[in-house]
T-cell receptor
Framework: AQSVTQLGSHVSVSEGALVLLRCNYSSSVPPYLFWYVQYPNQGLQLLLKYTSAATLVKGINGFEAEFKKSETSFHLTKPSAHMRDAAEYFCAVRGYNQGGKLIFGQGTELSVKP | EAEVAQSPRYKITEKSQAVAFWCDPISGHATLYWYRQILGQGPELLVQFQDESVVDDSQLPKDRFSAERLKGVDSTLKIQPAELGDSAMYLC??????????????FGPGTRLTVT
């Protein structure tokens, strides 16, 4: 069965510092991987997705993620954090072996200090 | 820009009462999803529709939850009777099709349900 593990339920960085949010996946078939962002009391917005093309994926708001098959990882990064990046971030996986269901991780709350 | 609409945004109900949520997907999106998100957790799929047909409802508590998408457009999710453990955010999402896993799912703002 597919699953996603997000390491660290809370991450705090200073404004201008590097953002690194960790995601490891488990899948027996080539996965499709996604990162979503959720602001308080709102729905989820897609940041970026990996669909077996380039392993380095660039998304919106300056975020990017690198698919590493050998490490089964898909970590999210941003070179310089902004206050507006404070939100909940979810990593998710989809695969045909589970009917294409989107499986989410538990989420990582990002705080940005001035 | 087209958006997924949901109503109400917030709902407070007493346990054992009935409650219903409505979702209007982006026009032209054949696939519609209902998710439940418990505070501090990621969303979990409750039911997936392809047009008016249910594709996956394996995680839907069918003794109390029901979902319909009669004309293959908007959808209603109902809980009867509500229990304290149903307190959560209920998210609706839509996509062009369920067969292509690269298709983005677009999420609505959600309905925050509180059962007292």
């Amino acid at each position: 069965a597919q699953s996603v593990t997000q390491l660290g339920s809370h991450v705090s960085v200073s404004e201008g510092a590097l953002v690194l949010l960790r995601c490891n996946y488990s899948s027996s078939v080539p996965p499709y991987l996604f990162w979503y962002v959720q602001y308080p009391n709102q729905g989820l917005q897609l940041l970026l997705k990996y669909t077996s093309a380039a392993t380095l994926v660039k998304g919106i708001n300056g975020f990017e993620a690198e698919f590493k098959k050998s490490e089964t990882s898909f970590h999210l990064t941003k070179p310089s954090a902004h206050m507006r990046d404070a939100a909940e971030y979810f990593c998710a996986v989809r695969g045909y072996n589970q009917g294409g269901k989107l499986i989410f991780g538990q989420g990582t709350e990002l705080s940005v200090k001035p | 820009e087209a958006e997924v609409a949901q109503s109400p945004r917030y709902k407070i109900t007493e346990k054992s009462q009935a409650v219903a949520f409505w979702c209007d997907p982006i026009s032209g999106h054949a696939t519609l999803y209902w998710y439940r998100q418990i505070l501090g957790q990621g969303p979990e799929l409750l039911v997936q529709f392809q047009d008016e047909s249910v594709v996956d409802d394996s995680q839907l508590p069918k003794d109390r939850f029901s979902a319909e998408r009669l004309k293959g457009v908007d959808s209603t999710l109902k809980i009867q009777p509500a229990e304290l453990g149903d307190s959560a955010m209920y998210l609706c999402a839509s996509s062009l099709g369920g067969g292509d896993l690269s298709y983005e799912q677009y999420f609505g703002p959600g309905t925050r349900l509180t059962v007292t």
